[in-house]
């Protein structure tokens, strides 16, 4: 789990996602205009659930965000596995990891384990695809998009 905002924050977003799937993709931009217009109101926090079968491309990817993680590069890394949704093939993990001056493109016990912990955490929630978002603690069952996660967030975006 990755957070950015203040811990207290008086708004919680949670959001299960996979590197590799366009509906995640599609949702980094709205949780971008959203930490925008909350500021220091809103705390996120990314939780890795990697699609394997639909997308085998997001295991690799989210172990390298994690390799990331280890050098407090995991935002940026993160950005650019969503915005590079289609170049997340070895070579690419490698340039990217090269980019952020890692030695490799993660794999190591520790990042497969936290993965696997965020996936837990998602299963135990009842988690099942991605992007799945959580506001201030309860599970999003309405569109991904700003007005819709908005007033789930229980705010007037006025």
Known sequence: MHAQGKTGAPL????YGDYACPDTGRAFGVVERLQLHYGK?????FR???????FPR???AALLAEAAADADAFWGMHALLLTHQEQLEDE??????????????GGTRAHHERVAQDMASGRERGVHGSPAFFVNGTRHAGPNDF??????????TG
Do not use: I, K
Request: glycine share 4%.
């Open 41 to 45: 109101n809103l705390r996120f926090e």
């Open 92 to 105: 690419d993990l490698a340039r990217y990891a090269e980019r952020f001056g890692l030695p490799d493109t």
């Open 58 to 60: 997001a295991m690799p």
């Open 48 to 54: 890795h659930f990697p699609l394997v079968d639909a």
């Open 147 to 156: 007005s819709a996660l908005s007033q789930a967030l229980g705010v007037n």
């Open 12 to 15: 919680s977003l949670v959001e």
